[in-house]
C-alpha cells in the first residue's frame, strides 16, 4: 500500500514541523513512545513537555526514557494537559513546534480512564496561544469505544470552527474500512 497509514503519517506530520532543538508537547504521555520519538526528534538541546492523568503513565514513561538514556530533555508533568498553558514557562509560549495527543485510554491500564472533550479541547485552544506560526498539533482520534465516538463528534465540531485565518485544520482518514480505525486532525497554526 503506498497511501501512508494513519500512525506513521502521524509521525511524518511531527517529522515536518519539528527539529532539533524545538520544544514540543506530548499531550498524552500514555505508555511513552510518543515522548520517546519527540525527544528523539529534538535532540539534546530540545525540550519535551508530556503530560498524563495516570501515575502508571508517569512510571512507564519514565523507565521507557531511562532506557533510552533520554530522560534529561524531558519534562513529565502528572497533570491534564488542560493545565499545560500554566505548566509550560512563559519565556518559550510562542515557541512550540508541534503536539501530539493520541486519544483513548492507555493500552495495557484501566479503560474506563479516557481522554474528554472538554479538556482536549481546552488543551488545543491553550496550544493555539502558544504555538509558533507553522507549529502543528496532531490529533490521533481512536473512536471505537463509546466515549471515543463522543469525543470524536464533539472534536469535529469545534475543529471545524477553528477560524481560517487562525489555522489550517486537516482531516486524513480511510473512509472505506471496518471497524472505526483511527484517523488523524492535523491543525497548523497560521
Ligand atoms: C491512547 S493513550 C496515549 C498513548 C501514548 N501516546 C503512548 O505513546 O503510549 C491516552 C492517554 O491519555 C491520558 N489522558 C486522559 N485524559 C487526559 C488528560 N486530561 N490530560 C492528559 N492525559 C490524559 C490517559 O491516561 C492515557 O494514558
Redesign the pocket.
Known sequence: MKLERILPFARSLLQTAIKEGDIVV????????????LAKLVGETGKVFS????D??LT??TLRLEENQLSKRVYLHL????ELENTIPKQLHGSITGA????????G?KKE????PD??IA?IEQLLNVLSPEGIIVL?I?HGHEEGAFERDELLKYVSTIDQQRAHVLQYRFINQVNNPPFIIAIEKR
Open positions: 506530548d499531550a498524552t504521555m500514555g505508555n511513552g513512545h510518543d515522548t520517546l520519538f503530560f498524563d492523568i495516570q502508571d503513565a512507564n514513561t497533570k491534564s494537559h488542560s501530539i495527543f493520541n486519544l483513548g485510554y492507555l493500552p491500564g480512564i479516557v481522554t474528554k479538556s482536549t488543551a490521533v481512536y
